[in-house]
């Protein structure tokens, strides 16, 4: 098995990173991060926390800029806040970006009509069933337990039909039926025209739901395999090798 830092970028690449940095202040949160990605590949990121997994993801994402390099996502470049980027991706994050007071229902017929979607209301009934909350729709947002509020949230995210989606934690908060739930709908999400990146602290989880891992240290990518030929008990023995290893 050969580890792989850096994977090669091609013209044909859904994600394209070219040597991204990011600093506040005195502090490097990312060090020179370069990897691409085809449409269908899922990676999935690990790393300890303060390793920059959320600062890349947002990055990505075009929630914040980079200090130095750069990257394309479905063809945009992320510095540029080009609108067409929100139409290609959809972010699951840390924040719901739910309202409270409203429905599920409710809050989904609002991101469908940001979206400009045509049946807006059916378009947010679907995403919902999806989901396994069906019966909830008409509950306010705020009577919802936090894995019930990160399902409706990964709803709000997919509405679109998103060529790209981004992952930052996705289970967290969630119960077991939650993450089974969450994890059968991952599956039927991940396409050959839809390229995921998910970031987790779950080693079992996401070496099986990835097609390719990367192992993220103090603002680097330390490893970045496929993960093909790579077991449970093997890929938690490289990975904290790798971690130990501060590379």
């Given at each position: 098995?050969?580890?792989?830092?850096?994977?090669?970028?091609?013209?044909?690449?859904?994600?394209?990173?070219?040597?991204?940095h990011?600093?506040?202040?005195?502090l490097q949160?990312?060090?020179g991060?370069?990897?691409?990605?085809?449409?269908?590949?899922f990676?999935?990121i690990?790393?300890p926390?303060?390793?920059g997994?959320?600062?890349l993801?947002?990055i990505?994402?075009g929630?914040?800029?980079?200090?130095?390099?750069?990257?394309?996502?479905?063809?945009?470049?992320v510095?540029?806040?080009?609108?067409?980027?929100?139409?290609?991706i959809?972010?699951?994050?840390?924040?719901?970006?739910?309202?409270?007071?409203l429905?599920?229902?409710?809050n989904?017929?609002?991101?469908?009509?940001?979206y400009?979607?045509?049946?807006?209301?059916e378009?947010?009934a679907?995403?919902?069933?999806?989901?396994?909350l069906?019966?909830?729709?008409?509950?306010?947002?705020?009577?919802?337990?936090?894995?019930?509020?990160?399902?409706?949230?990964?709803?709000?995210?997919v509405?679109?039909?998103p060529?790209i989606?981004?992952?930052?934690?996705?289970?967290?908060?969630?119960?077991?039926?939650?993450?089974?739930?969450?994890?059968?709908?991952?599956h039927?999400?991940?396409?050959?025209?839809?390229?995921?990146?998910?970031?987790t602290?779950?080693?079992s989880?996401?070496?099986?739901m990835?097609d390719?891992?990367?192992?993220?240290?103090?603002?680097?990518f330390?490893?970045?395999?496929?993960?093909?030929?790579?077991?449970?008990?093997e890929?938690?023995?490289?990975?904290?090798a790798?971690?130990?290893?501060?590379?």
């Amino acid at each position: 098995m050969t580890n792989t830092v850096d994977s090669p970028v091609t013209a044909e690449s859904a994600i394209e990173v070219q040597n991204i940095h990011k600093s506040f202040g005195v502090l490097q949160a990312l060090r020179g991060i370069s990897f691409s990605l085809h449409a269908g590949d899922f990676l999935t990121i690990f790393g300890p926390n303060g390793a920059g997994k959320t600062t890349l993801i947002k990055i990505l994402a075009g929630l914040t800029r980079a200090t130095g390099g750069t990257a394309k996502v479905a063809g945009f470049d992320v510095g540029n806040g080009d609108a067409g980027l929100r139409q290609k991706i959809g972010v699951i994050a840390h924040a719901t970006c739910l309202y409270a007071d409203l429905s599920a229902l409710e809050n989904l017929v609002f991101y469908a009509n940001m979206y400009g979607l045509d049946a807006p209301e059916e378009r947010a009934a679907l995403a919902i069933k999806e989901v396994g909350l069906e019966g909830r729709m008409h509950d306010r947002i705020g009577t919802f337990s936090r894995g019930m509020q990160q399902r409706i949230s990964i709803a709000r995210a997919v509405i679109h039909d998103p060529s790209i989606l981004f992952l930052d934690e996705p289970f967290t908060g969630l119960d077991p039926h939650g993450s089974k739930v969450l994890k059968e709908y991952l599956h039927s999400l991940h396409t050959k025209k839809r390229t995921l990146i998910m970031t987790t602290h779950d080693l079992s989880c996401g070496l099986e739901m990835g097609d390719k891992v990367a192992v993220q240290v103090k603002g680097r990518f330390a490893l970045f395999e496929n993960s093909d030929n790579l077991d449970v008990p093997e890929f938690e023995e490289l990975y904290f090798a790798t971690i130990n290893n501060g590379n």
